[in-house]
C-alpha cells in the first residue's frame, strides 16, 4: 500500500493567480505524483470498518461531517500529515517541528452538502484541507469573510490552507459518487 508514497515531492504552496489584486484567503499547495496514495487511500477508506471511525463529529444534514480515525487504521495518511505540516511551516515561517497536526475525515455522499463553520475552537493558528477524491459537480469549497467570498474548485492531490477563523462551506455534491477529503489544523507543538 505504499506503492507511490516514495515519489511526494515537497512544493511550497502557490497563491492563486486568479486573485492576485487582493490578498487571497486561501493558499494552494499539491501533492505531486500522488495518484497511487490517493488510489490507496480511496481504497483503505472504501472498506474501513466502521469501528475504525472512533469519534463523530458535526451531526448536521443527516450524517456526521467530522470523522476522526486512529492513525494505525490509515498508516498511508502519514504522507499527506506531513506534506501539510512542512506546507504549513512554509507558510507560517516557523520550524516543522514546532507544529502538530489534528486530522478528520469529511466524506460527502451524492446529495451532501457540508455547513459554513470555522476551525478556530482551540489552538489552531492555520487549517487546511486536502483532497483525496473529487468526482466532477461534487462539491465548491466556499471561504467567506465579511462580504467577500471565494469559491474554490478543488481536485485531487491539493493542499488548500486558510487562517482557522475563515468560515467556509461546500457546496451540494451533485454527483454520483462520494467527495473525500482530509480536514486538518496546524497548532502549536506544545502548548505555551
Ligand atoms: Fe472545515
Request: hydrophobic share 40%; aromatic share 8%.
Amino acid at each position: 500500500m505504499r506503492r507511490g508514497t516514495n515519489s511526494v515531492i515537497f512544493s511550497p504552496p502557490t497563491k492563486n493567480p486568479e486573485n492576485n489584486f487582493h490578498p487571497v484567503l486561501y493558499q494552494i499547495g499539491e501533492c505531486q505524483d500522488c495518484d497511487a496514495l490517493n488510489a490507496a487511500l480511496r481504497a483503505r477508506i472504501e472498506f474501513l470498518p466502521q469501528n475504525d471511525i472512533v469519534r463523530r463529529h458535526h451531526y448536521l444534514g443527516g450524517r456526521y461531517e467530522n470523522l476522526y480515525v486512529a492513525f494505525e487504521s490509515m498508516p498511508e495518511i502519514r504522507v499527506i500529515l506531513d506534506l501539510a505540516t512542512a506546507q504549513a511551516a512554509h507558510i507560517l515561517n516557523r520550524p516543522k517541528k514546532d507544529l502538530r497536526v489534528g486530522w478528520w475525515l469529511n466524506i460527502m455522499r451524492p446529495g451532501d452538502i457540508t455547513f459554513a463553520h470555522t476551525h478556530d475552537a482551540d489552538d489552531e493558528i492555520l487549517s487546511g484541507v486536502y483532497y483525496i477524491d473529487v468526482p466532477p459537480d461534487s462539491g465548491k469549497l466556499v471561504l467567506i469573510d465579511g462580504v467577500r467570498r471565494e469559491e474554490v474548485q478543488p481536485q485531487a492531490g491539493v493542499f488548500i490552507f486558510f487562517a482557522p477563523e475563515i468560515l467556509h462551506e461546500v457546496t451540494r455534491n451533485e454527483s454520483g459518487r462520494p467527495r473525500i477529503s482530509v480536514g486538518f489544523n496546524i497548532g502549536p507543538a506544545t502548548a505555551p
